[in-house]
């Protein structure tokens, strides 16, 4: 089992940088694929990228590509999001996520272990 504790989150101009962060328990952490999804009030949960066990593939959705970075240190069991360049539009709820699955990753399903969120808003 994995326990997901999110961190960083808060109000930012457009344009702005945050970085989240993401904890997670256990000695099993570095076998898993790590993600970042978002939710905004109405939407659907969105995927934002995602990051293999060993940090050697990266992938991102299309509406962040080239603006949030995904990154982890299994030595700390910490992940963690990136963010430049923000937009209004990025305002959302992020949430880590953890699954065994190595395909398919932008899918919310393909993660077992969630935290609890972290809330950032982008101010235009």
């Known amino acids: 089992q994995v326990l997901l504790v999110e961190s960083g989150g808060g109000l930012v101009q457009a344009g702005g940088s945050l970085r989240l962060a993401c904890a997670g328990s256990?000695?099993?952490?570095?076998?898993?694929?790590m993600a970042w999804f978002r939710q905004a009030p109405g939407k659907e949960r969105e995927f934002v990228a995602a990051?293999?066990?060993?940090?050697?593939?990266?992938y991102y959705g299309d509406s962040v590509k080239g603006r949030f970075t995904i990154s982890r240190d299994n030595a700390k069991n910490m992940v963690y999001l990136q963010m430049n360049s923000l937009k209004p539009e990025d305002t959302a709820d992020y949430y880590c996520?953890?699954?065994?699955?190595?395909?398919?990753?932008?899918?919310?399903?393909?993660?077992?272990?969630w935290g609890q969120g972290t809330q950032v808003t982008v101010s235009s």
């Open positions: 996520a953890a699954g065994v699955y190595r395909s398919a990753l932008s899918r919310p399903d393909r993660y077992g272990y």
């Open positions: 256990g000695r099993t952490f570095s076998s898993y694929t």
């Open positions: 990051i293999t066990w060993n940090g050697g593939s990266t």
